[in-house]
């Protein structure tokens, strides 16, 4: 199968049950929520070594915001749901509610909830207050600039990690280039996020290695500069680089959207292949299938 | 089929209808309803005597007519809609814990005395004690919304805990005493001594005022969370305006007679 002149592997991405909630940052200004979500978003690409996998979903106009004021969506996965919880009292603690102005609130009704709000107060020394309206209650903490607002609890839903596709081209240029259409592509989608730095990732892993004590090692079958030395290299003599995106989402629906969109926007000339990453279907409790994603279907 | 009761003969004196709550009505047919027993004064009368009833078995009930005599409406109501056209007397939705409740006129003293959820909204004025505790007991207003598109009387949300009250004209004097928490809105004047007493809790005005002694000036800020308070209002017909929304507040924390906890937040622009 073929997208103009890239070949469509008949593969499938390998994706694990996550859990995932959504946070909503807003503040005075659309540069303040967004420095709070790049700050609340950082060394959260691996679940492996971040303990999270966490990106902006997207920005969001005052109108759409709970308290009208410019924002962003930031969606954040963990193993589990307490996981969730943990990693967002120490993001939410250390990077939104020290970002100047900001406010924080739950996105998403999800099976669980995880008190957030109200375990930071407590850093209100005893001058916290909270409000409760519509049944939904705030904690307003005493911040330097005034108060910090926080959602009491936070939302919590089964989620969909590492879903990916694998962008194997001639150059780096020209793979650079698609990778970057792919992931703004992805960008349209709802309900999902490309952890890693700008979306891409360049040091796909493997499970294992041959250091005993390590978990993942580098991805050699897509390594360019390994084709020489190792029997069972997966690129063919004209691909000299691969790029990776990692996609997480709410859900299966919403991987699989991305990675069509990511498909088609990544599908040029100079783009010999996209793949997609598995472990042999041993490993991961979804199968997404490139094939199947193009012909309609899901998985 | 919704309940519709019309009043026929007015009461020459203050009448209790107790069981004029859409919860109760709901299970009744026309001839229950009009049975059903309310006091004129010191006699036993019937609902019958003073309203025609049509319709039965529904949970949203409409009451037509000037009941500016009738008195504790709704005690207790959990459920419904009940609707009053006209005017409605003294202790409208006493104790009650859910439902609506929505008065197209005036509505008397004590007004959701005790309420413990759902929401009252008054289209004109309402007399004083909105919200509040009754004399002897410690606290009122226990949560719902109470939404007053007129002016309130005196001693609004008196020992009120939970819950909001907002008022889109003036309120009367001692607004918020004894407030052990929950939220006041008064989108006109405070009247004096608001506050007064005051645990903790939140008084808003739109309007500068004067505020006790024993209360201190904090800050002129941006409270965020306010933001949703008076979204909230304007979703309820309350005439917030973006300036209001962006705009900044005084805040006055106090009753240093008591905790201490309360606040006054006055728009400042």
Redesign the interface.
């Known amino acids: 199968m073929r997208i103009k002149t890239t070949e469509i592997v008949d593969t499938f991405a390998e994706a694990f049950k996550m859990w995932g909630t959504r946070v909503i940052i807003?503040a005075?200004t659309r540069e303040w929520a967004l420095a709070a979500a790049r700050s609340m978003t950082g060394f959260a690409t691996s679940v492996i070594g971040c303990k999270c996998e966490a990106g902006i979903e997207r920005e969001l106009p005052a109108a759409d915001t709970?308290?009208?004021?410019p924002g962003v969506s930031v969606l954040l996965f963990a193993m589990d749901a307490a996981g969730v919880g943990k990693r967002l009292v120490e993001r939410i603690g250390q990077c939104v509610m020290t970002c100047p102005?900001t406010?924080c609130y739950n996105g998403i009704d999800g099976e669980q909830s995880m008190v957030v709000g109200g375990q930071l107060r407590y850093f209100g020394d005893a001058y916290q207050?909270s409000?409760?309206?519509?049944g939904q209650r705030?904690w307003?903490i005493p911040v330097m600039?005034?108060?910090f607002?926080v959602d009491d609890r936070f939302g919590v839903q089964p989620g969909v990690g590492g879903g990916n596709l694998l962008i194997l081209g001639g150059t780096m240029t020209t793979t650079l280039g698609a990778a970057r259409a792919a992931v703004k592509a992805m960008r349209e989608a709802a309900g999902v996020i490309m952890p890693f730095p700008d979306g891409v990732v360049r040091s796909g892993s493997k499970v294992g290695s041959k250091y005993k004590t390590l978990m993942a090692s580098t991805n050699h079958q897509y390594c360019p500069t390994l084709r020489g030395i190792v029997d069972d290299s997966a690129l063919a003599a004209d691909e000299g680089c691969v790029l990776e995106i990692v996609i997480d989402g709410l859900s299966e629906d919403a991987v699989a959207d991305a990675m069509r969109r990511g498909m088609h926007a990544a599908a040029r000339r100079g783009i010999r292949r996209i793949a997609a990453g598995n472990y042999g279907g041993n490993l991961g409790q979804f199968q997404i299938h490139l094939h199947q994603l193009l012909d309609g279907g899901k998985a | 089929m919704s309940v519709t009761l019309t009043l026929h003969t007015q009461p020459e004196v203050p009448l209790e209808a107790e069981c004029l709550s859409p919860d109760r009505l709901a299970t009744l047919d026309q001839a229950g309803i009009a049975a059903l027993p309310v006091l004129h004064g010191n006699r036993n009368m019937t609902v019958g005597d003073f309203f025609s009833v049509d319709g039965g078995k529904d949970l949203t009930v409409r009451i037509i007519g000037d009941l500016g005599r009738v008195k504790h409406v709704a005690t207790g109501m959990s459920g419904g809609h009940l609707i009053i056209d006209g005017n409605i007397g003294s202790h409208l939705g006493l104790g009650m814990s859910g439902g609506e409740i929505t008065v197209t006129g005036h509505a008397g003293d004590w007004v959701g005395p005790e309420m413990g959820g759902g929401r009252i909204v008054v289209r004109g004025d309402a007399g004083h004690m909105v919200g509040s505790a009754y004399r002897g007991s410690k606290v009122g207003m226990r949560g719902g919304e109470i939404i007053v598109h007129g002016r309130i009387g005196n001693e609004a949300g008196n020992g009120m805990r939970?819950g909001?009250i907002a008022v889109a004209a003036d309120s009367g004097d001692f607004t918020g005493v004894n407030m052990i928490a929950g939220?006041i809105f008064v989108l006109g004047r405070l009247g004096a001594r608001s506050g007064a007493g005051m645990k903790?809790g939140?008084i808003v005005s739109l309007h500068d005022a004067e505020v006790l002694p024993t209360y201190s000036y904090a800050?002129c800020?941006?409270?965020?969370?306010l933001?949703?308070?008076l979204?909230?209002l304007r979703q309820l017909g309350l005439p917030v305006e973006e300036a209001h929304?962006g705009g900044r507040y005084r805040r006055w924390s106090g009753d240093s007679v008591e905790l201490n906890?309360g606040e006054i937040l006055l728009f400042a622009g």
């Not at chain 1, 409000?131 to 519509?134: D, P, T």
């Not at chain 2, 800020?221 to 969370?225: A, G, N, S």
């Open positions: 807003t005075q709970p308290d009208r004021r102005t406010a207050a409000k409760v309206l519509g705030l307003r600039d005034g108060e607002v | 939970r909001m939220s903790r939140t800050a800020y941006h409270p965020v969370f933001r949703h308070y979204l909230r929304l906890r």
